[in-house]
C-alpha cells in the first residue's frame, strides 16, 4: 500500500531536534531479555529485566515529555513481544509521510502489525518498506538529509528502496560496526550544527563524512554501553538523557543544552534508551 500523510494531518518530521509534538511509545510491560540480539544483553542476560522498575522508568519518560507539550500516543503492549518498548525501529516519519520498517529479527517481526494496526484504526495511511530490512534506529533525518545505518537490521537494498521513495531527500548509508546493532547507538543528531557519536564504531572515511556536516560530540567507550549516544531532542535545545552519563550531559550543558534527566537504567539493559523507546509522528 503506497500512501502519503499530509502536514495539516499533524504527522511530519524532518529532523532529530525540532519540538517533538506527537510520539508513539509502548509501555515494557512484557520486556524480557528473552534472545540475545544486542552486546548488551549478553551483559544482562542472567539479571533480565525488572519490570516493576522499568514501568516506573518508563512512566516517568512519558511525563517527561507530556510535560513538554508532547502528545504521547500508547501502543498495546503484547505479551508475544518482548522488545516492543522500542518504538523506533518499527517505523519513522520523513517529511509528510510515515514509514513502516521491515524488521530484521522474527523476534520483533509482530510489533509492525500492531503498529499498522493502530495506524489503520485512526485512519492514517503509510508506506511500507518491504525489499528487505529497515528499522527505525537506522534512520537519523536533519531537514533534507537522511543518514541511513548499514547494520545487521537494515541492508542497502531497503536504503535504495527509501531513496527511490522518499523524493527531495538526499539518503546517507552509513557504514559502522554492526556490533552496535543500530546507527543511533553510535550516532545522534542534535541541532543544524551539533551531533553525539561514538567515534571507533566509524572508520576514518564515515567519521570525515560527518565531521564535513557536524561539530562531533565525543561519547567515551563506557558512556556509549549505558545508551550515552540515545538522548532523545525534545525541541528548544531540550534534550532527554540518563543522569549516569555524567559526560555526555556535561558536555551537552557547556553547548547550551538544557539536560533533562530521567533514570532508564532499567531499560537499557536490553540496549536501547530513549530514541529507541519514541517513535516520533509531528515535530514542528
Same mark, same amino acid.
Given at each position: 500500500?503506497?500512501?502519503?500523510?499530509?502536514?495539516?494531518?499533524?504527522?511530519?518530521?524532518?529532523?532529530?531536534?525540532?519540538?517533538?509534538?506527537?510520539?508513539?511509545?509502548?509501555?515494557?510491560?512484557?520486556?524480557?531479555?528473552?534472545?540475545?540480539?544486542?552486546?548488551?544483553?549478553?551483559?544482562?542476560?542472567?539479571?533480565?529485566?525488572?519490570?516493576?522498575?522499568?514501568?516506573?522508568?518508563?512512566?516517568?519518560?512519558?511525563?517527561?515529555?507530556?510535560?513538554?507539550?508532547?502528545?504521547?500516543?500508547?501502543?498495546?503492549?503484547?505479551?508475544?513481544?518482548?522488545?516492543?518498548?522500542?518504538?523506533?525501529?518499527?517505523?519513522?516519519?520523513?517529511?509528510?509521510?510515515?514509514?513502516?520498517?521491515?524488521?530484521?529479527?522474527?523476534?520483533?517481526?509482530?510489533?509492525?502489525?500492531?503498529?499498522?494496526?493502530? !495506524?489503520? +484504526?485512526? %485512519?492514517?495511511?503509510?508506506?511500507?518498506? /518491504? &525489499? $528487505?530490512? @529497515?528499522?527505525?534506529?537506522?534512520?537519523?533525518?536533519?531537514?533534507?538529509?537522511?543518514?541511513?545505518?548499514?547494520?545487521?537490521?537494515?541492508?542497502?537494498?531497503?536504503?535504495?528502496?527509501?531513496?527511490?521513495?522518499?523524493?527531495?531527500?538526499?539518503?546517507?548509508?552509513?557504514?559502522?560496526?554492526?556490533?552496535?546493532?543500530?546507527?543511533?547507538?553510535?550516532?545522534?543528531?542534535?541541532?543544524?550544527?551539533?551531533?553525539?557519536?561514538?567515534?571507533?564504531?566509524?572508520?576514518?572515511?564515515?567519521?570525515?563524512?560527518?565531521?564535513?556536516?557536524?561539530?562531533?560530540?565525543?561519547?567515551?567507550?563506557?558512556?556509549?554501553?549505558?545508551?550515552?549516544?540515545?538522548?532523545?531532542?525534545?525541541?528548544?535545545?531540550?534534550?532527554?538523557?540518563?543522569?549516569?552519563?555524567?559526560?555526555?550531559?556535561?558536555? !551537552?550543558? +557547556?553547548? %547550551?543544552?538544557?539536560?533533562?534527566?530521567? /533514570? &532508564? $537504567?532499567? @531499560?537499557?539493559?536490553?540496549?536501547?534508551?530513549?530514541?529507541?523507546?519514541?517513535?516520533?509522528?509531528?515535530?514542528?
Amino acid at each position: 500500500m503506497a500512501t502519503t500523510i499530509r502536514k495539516q494531518q499533524t504527522e511530519y518530521c524532518d529532523s532529530e531536534y525540532d519540538r517533538l509534538n506527537k510520539v508513539i511509545v509502548c509501555q515494557p510491560r512484557y520486556m524480557k531479555i528473552e534472545e540475545v540480539i544486542n552486546e548488551t544483553q549478553k551483559h544482562f542476560l542472567d539479571k533480565n529485566i525488572d519490570i516493576e522498575t522499568a514501568l516506573i522508568q518508563h512512566g516517568n519518560f512519558v511525563k517527561a515529555m507530556k510535560e513538554n507539550g508532547a502528545e504521547v500516543i500508547q501502543l498495546p503492549p503484547d505479551q508475544r513481544l518482548p522488545e516492543q518498548v522500542f518504538t523506533r525501529d518499527i517505523g519513522f516519519t520523513i517529511g509528510d509521510t510515515v514509514y513502516v520498517s521491515e524488521m530484521g529479527s522474527d523476534i520483533r517481526s509482530g510489533e509492525v502489525s500492531v503498529l499498522t494496526d493502530w !495506524l489503520e +484504526s485512526n %485512519g492514517l495511511q503509510y508506506e511500507k518498506l /518491504d &525489499f $528487505s530490512s @529497515i528499522e527505525g534506529g537506522d534512520v537519523i533525518i536533519d531537514k533534507d538529509k537522511i543518514f541511513v545505518g548499514i547494520s545487521h537490521r537494515t541492508d542497502q537494498g531497503t536504503i535504495n528502496q527509501l531513496q527511490e521513495l522518499a523524493e527531495g531527500y538526499q539518503v546517507i548509508p552509513v557504514p559502522f560496526q554492526k556490533k552496535y546493532l543500530h546507527l543511533d547507538c553510535v550516532f545522534n543528531i542534535l541541532s543544524p550544527d551539533e551531533a553525539l557519536v561514538f567515534s571507533p564504531a566509524f572508520k576514518r572515511k564515515e567519521l570525515k563524512m560527518l565531521e564535513s556536516y557536524y561539530d562531533l560530540i565525543e561519547v567515551n567507550a563506557e558512556e556509549q554501553f549505558t545508551m550515552g549516544t540515545n538522548v532523545l531532542s525534545i525541541g528548544n535545545r531540550k534534550v532527554l538523557s540518563l543522569p549516569q552519563n555524567k559526560g555526555v550531559n556535561r558536555s !551537552l550543558r +557547556s553547548y %547550551g543544552y538544557e539536560v533533562i534527566e530521567v /533514570d &532508564f $537504567s532499567e @531499560i537499557i539493559k536490553s540496549g536501547g534508551s530513549f530514541r529507541c523507546c519514541s517513535m516520533p509522528l509531528l515535530r514542528d
